[in-house]
């Protein structure tokens, strides 16, 4: 200790929530390739019962795609999260999806950021699996998945230690 002051060593913890009622699926069984073999970082997924997607995060909206399936949240401690509703949902080009944020938006964990319309997306043949990427995977340490029911904004999906 130096002049009263302690430095903490340790990593900071960070919690990624669930983005919506469902239950929670470890990225080893989500059908996509890109996600299973983790290209984009790695993380959980979640099959959601609610149309609802909230953001699991605390942070700035960074990043919405264009078809509205798809956002991008940075944490304030550096974090980049990817939310991907659904599998291969970029070819509906935004039908079924109403975005409820824009680019540079600040939000809190439990933010409502898109609802979608789960019934039409099984009706055209996509799967409404969500992945919820870390995807700088070099700013983390011992990630950490919770499976099993979870609700949207509230319980836990995802643990890491930030580097």
């Given at each position: 200790?130096?002049?009263g002051?302690?430095?903490?060593?340790?990593?900071?913890?960070g919690?990624?929530?669930?983005?919506?009622?469902?239950?929670?699926i470890?990225?080893?069984?989500v059908?996509d390739?890109v996600?299973?073999?983790r290209?984009?970082?790695?993380?959980?997924?979640?099959?959601?019962k609610?149309?609802?997607?909230?953001?699991?995060?605390?942070?700035?909206v960074?990043?919405?795609?264009e078809?509205?399936?798809?956002?991008?949240?940075?944490?304030?401690?550096?974090?980049?999260?990817?939310?991907?509703?659904?599998?291969?949902t970029?070819e509906?080009?935004?039908a079924?999806?109403?975005?409820?944020?824009?680019?540079?938006?600040?939000?809190?964990?439990?933010?409502p950021?898109?609802?979608?319309?789960?019934?039409?997306?099984?009706?055209?043949?996509?799967q409404t699996?969500?992945?919820?990427?870390?995807?700088?995977?070099?700013?983390?340490?011992?990630?950490?998945?919770?499976?099993g029911?979870?609700?949207?904004?509230?319980?836990?999906?995802?643990?890491?230690?930030?580097?």
């Open positions: 200790m130096l002049f002051k302690k430095k903490d060593a340790s990593p900071a913890h919690r990624i929530l669930a983005p919506a009622d469902g239950e929670i470890p990225l080893d069984a059908s390739p996600f299973r073999d290209i984009l970082g790695d993380g959980a997924a979640v099959i959601p609610s149309g609802t997607i909230l953001s699991p995060v605390a942070g700035v960074s990043n919405i795609a078809t509205l399936h798809a956002f991008g949240i940075t944490t304030p401690d550096g974090i980049e999260i990817l939310i991907h509703v659904g599998i291969n970029v509906l080009k935004g079924g999806f109403l975005c409820r944020v824009k680019e540079g938006d600040a939000v809190n964990a439990g933010d950021l898109c609802d979608v319309d789960l019934s039409m997306i099984e009706r055209e043949g996509y699996c969500t992945p919820v990427i870390i995807t700088n995977m070099d700013a983390v340490k011992n990630v950490s998945v919770r499976t029911k979870a609700a949207a904004g509230k319980d836990l999906m995802i643990g890491y230690d930030k580097k």
